[in-house]
């Protein structure tokens, strides 16, 4: 758009400047009319050229406005990019602390169940040996008394 404008800008610049040799070559032989409408061209390409540049300023502003907005967002996006990549850091230490905390607890929990397996068949072998004594013992009791 702005070098559409600057285009546009040339061209009437270029089309004074060829009215203007116009005027200064034929000066006498061109009628008053033909002065009056040649001084009106010119004045309304004078404004077009000014309401250009004008238009062209206005859209410079704008451009570095909008480039100062993307280079803004640019600078939050990193900004949180960063943030992102480092909770995601923390997130993956904290899920393998837990992953070999769970290992860990599982080992422990087998290691137990072990040893609780143990610790029953010791009290089902020596509560079968008590069972069997205190058997034993009865009948000798009994035969004692005889």
Known sequence: EVRDLKMENKQMHNEVINLQSLLDLDNEECTLKEIAIQKEVIIERDKTIEKLQRSFKDSDLNNKILKDEVDRYKENFEVEKANW???????????????????????????????????????????????????????FSKFSKF
């Open 85 to 139: 990549l480092d909770e995601k850091e923390k997130v993956i230490r904290y899920q393998k602390q837990l992953q070999l905390n769970y290992v860990q607890m599982y080992k422990r929990n087998k290691t137990l169940e072990s040893e609780v397996d143990q610790l029953k068949k010791s009290l089902a072998e020596s509560s079968q040996k008590t069972s069997q004594s205190s058997t034993k013992s009865k009948l």
